[in-house]
Structures are given as C-alpha cells and as structure tokens.
C-alpha cells in the first residue's frame, strides 16, 4: 500500500539544525512532488516547502527563505527536510505529504496532499 | 499573500445534522487550488476535497465542496460520529497556506 514513513521524534538545542526523513513506499516515487507540512501544539497547519521528486526543483515558503533545505534521494524513494538555525517556535510536529501536481505547458495542475507521514515531533529546547 | 479565513472557529451540531464550514480568502482564489483537510486528534491530516469540489478517492458522499473566487463552503449532509474532527482549507496561488481550521465538535 501506499505510504510515506518518516523518521524518529528529534530534540534539538537551540541554533542547531534537524533533519527529518520520509521513506515513500508503494507508488512511483518520481511521479510525484512532496511537501512538507508543520504542526506547533494547538496551531494550524504551516506550509514550508515542496520538492519535484522527479527532477529535484523545489519551491519554499517565504516564511522559511534561508533556513529550510528539502531534497530527495530517488534510489531510497527518500525525501529530506532539514531546518536550520533553531529555535524555540520550531518546535511542532512535521509532516511529509505526497501531491499529485505537474506542469504542462502553461497550466499548472494541483490536485491536493493525497498521502501523509505519520509525523514527526521535533522538540527544540535549551 | 493569500490569506484564508476559516468560519466559524468552532461549530457544535449533534450527529445527523448538516454542517456548513466557510473558507474565506483574502484575494481571489482559482477554484482548481483549492483543498479541504480534516484532522482528528493525534492523527495526520486526510484529504477530503480538491479543485474546490471533487471529492477524493475514498471520501464518502455526505462530504461536498463548492464556491468560488473568494468564498468556498464545505457541507457535510448528516454528521457521522467519526466525523467530529478540525476541517482546514487549503489554497496555491503564487504560495500555500492553510486557514486556521474550524473545529466541528459534538452538541
């Protein structure tokens, strides 16, 4: 069956980074983008970033411009997403979401975050 | 940035009865960017509506999407108990985001 394992809860100090993990099973892992997707307690959802399996193009939400790198490794179908810089305010939960999207041409196709991780709790503290 | 308002904040309603969630955004919206989630505690959250009305695959009828440029509505016909969850919309224009979810919890 489809679906996207991601790695162990972290807890990181201050000023360092962390690198979260999603393994992709059961579906072409390059036909697909990724996203990832974060969760402070009690909050919203926050958009971050987004990778093109297939050819590795990624896109980054303002609010993290500098701080967060995502990157793919097609032989482990992997996506990585790693945050630097750390602060108290990062920590939530984070998530790594398929998304069945493309461009043709002109048009761009979006058609949701179908597939989710189980998330990963990411703790920052001194 | 678009920004999306999500109304009421909380809705309580008993099962079978129909709940209407309002997603408002801050500049128009193309219907095709439009997405519903719903979340339960502890859990990721799940798919339900893309492009504003299509359902996603595995989501039960009683769910339905409709709206346009800056107004969006998701209806749930006749409330099942495991459908008492948080409903976030989602939009991607130029950026993603998400409203801040309207909670819709038993009566």
């Known amino acids: 069956q489809v679906q996207l394992v991601q790695s162990g809860a972290e807890v990181k100090k201050p000023g360092a980074s962390v690198k979260v993990s999603c393994k992709a099973s059961?579906?072409?892992?390059?036909?697909?983008?990724m996203h990832w997707v974060r969760q402070a307690p009690g909050q919203s959802l926050e958009w971050m970033g987004w990778?093109?399996?297939?050819?590795?193009?990624?896109k980054y939400s303002q609010n993290f411009q500098g701080r967060v790198t995502i990157t793919r490794d097609t032989s482990a179908s992997t996506a990585y997403m790693e945050l630097s810089s750390l602060r108290s305010e990062d920590t939530a939960v984070y998530y790594c979401?398929?998304?069945?999207?493309?461009?043709?041409?002109?048009?761009?196709?979006?058609?949701?975050?179908?597939?989710w991780g189980q998330g990963t709790t990411v703790t920052v503290s001194s | 940035e678009i920004v999306l308002t999500q109304s009421p904040g909380t809705l309580s309603l008993s099962p079978g009865e129909r709940a209407t969630l309002s997603c408002r955004a801050s500049?128009?919206?193309?219907?095709?960017?439009l997405a519903w989630y719903q979340q339960k505690p502890g859990q990721a959250p799940r798919l339900l509506i893309y492009?504003?009305?299509s359902r996603a695959t595995g989501i039960p009828d009683r769910f339905s999407g409709s709206g346009s440029g800056t107004d969006f509505t998701l209806t749930i016909s006749r409330l099942e108990p495991e459908d008492f969850a948080v409903y976030y919309c989602?939009?991607?224009?130029?950026?993603?985001?998400f409203g801040q979810g309207t909670k819709v919890e038993i009566k």
């Open positions: 979401a398929r998304a069945d999207q493309y461009q043709l041409l002109t048009h761009f196709y979006y058609y949701g975050m179908d597939v």
């Open positions: 059961g579906y072409t892992f390059t036909s697909y983008a």
């Open positions: 990778i093109n399996a297939g050819n590795g193009n990624t």
């Open positions: 500049q128009s919206v193309s219907s095709s960017y």
């Open positions: 492009g504003a009305s």
């Open positions: 989602q939009q991607y224009g130029s950026s993603l985001a």
